[in-house]
């Protein structure tokens, strides 16, 4: 994927008094438009679904991108903005990011877009919050779904975050299955350290990491 598709984050320029003044903020920048038919069946993406850790050194396409971020939270009805996967109360508490060698950015289900959050290369940093698991830095890109659970509290309480917990894997099994689907795969993964996680991804607060899912070209397929 070409850096310029994902753009840099916010960056601090001097204007001509010589004090600091901020870049205007990047623009998401639209994904490629997702199918909702493909070549395999459900019934096959399901039977040939197994956690990969080893990818190919072969960055993800936009395209390919897309129709992930289009499995795991794009809108599918438009008209009621009911998204791929399930909500208690379709109130929608979950984030999904995208990382690559290029940055971090996050998917807004509305545009079918991507806002850049961060440039550079962040896979090591994220491996080593989480166990120093390889595969997240082998990985040409990873799925990081987020949870605010505040979104849910004001309805559900104390039962908030365990139905933001149940709808991360919604959404890890929507974005695995369309996966194997585009001839891909990939690994859910649970252990890492929230704090620094979240730090390193430079979250606002009330956003936390639920869930990890590094994907990319299988090495042996």
């Given at each position: 994927m070409k850096a310029t598709w994902i753009c840099s984050a916010l960056a601090v320029l001097l204007d001509t008094s010589g004090g600091p003044t901020m870049a205007p903020k990047p623009e998401p920048r639209p994904l490629p438009a997702p199918v909702s038919a493909?070549?395999?069946?459900?019934?096959?993406?399901?039977?040939?679904?197994?956690?990969v850790r080893e990818f190919r050194d072969e960055a993800l396409t936009p395209q390919q991108i897309g129709q992930l971020c289009w499995a795991g939270q794009g809108?599918?009805?438009?008209?009621?903005?009911?998204?791929?996967?399930?909500?208690a109360g379709a109130l929608y508490p979950m984030e999904l990011l995208v990382m690559t060698a290029d940055g971090v950015s996050r998917y807004r289900p509305r545009d079918h877009a991507l806002e850049p959050l961060l440039a550079g290369d962040h896979r090591r940093a994220v491996q080593q919050t989480a166990l120093d698991q390889q595969m997240i830095t082998q990985a040409p890109a990873t799925m990081i779904i987020t949870a605010v659970v505040e979104r849910a509290a004001a309805k559900y309480r104390?039962?908030?975050?365990?139905?933001?917990?149940?709808?991360?894997?919604?959404?890890a099994q929507n974005i695995l299955l369309q996966a194997?689907?585009?001839?891909?795969?990939?690994?859910?993964?649970?252990?890492?350290?929230?704090?620094?996680?979240?730090?390193?991804?430079?979250?606002?607060?009330?956003?936390?990491v639920v869930y990890l899912v590094p994907l990319g070209k299988p090495r042996q397929h």
């Open positions: 493909g070549s395999m069946s459900l019934e096959e993406t399901i039977a040939r679904r197994r956690s809108i599918t009805d438009r008209h009621g903005g009911h998204r791929a996967a399930p909500s104390d039962r908030a975050e365990r139905y933001c917990f149940i709808e991360a894997g919604h959404i194997e689907a585009l001839e891909l795969a990939g690994v859910p993964v649970g252990a890492f350290e929230d704090e620094k996680t979240t730090e390193v991804l430079k979250l606002p607060p009330g956003e936390r």
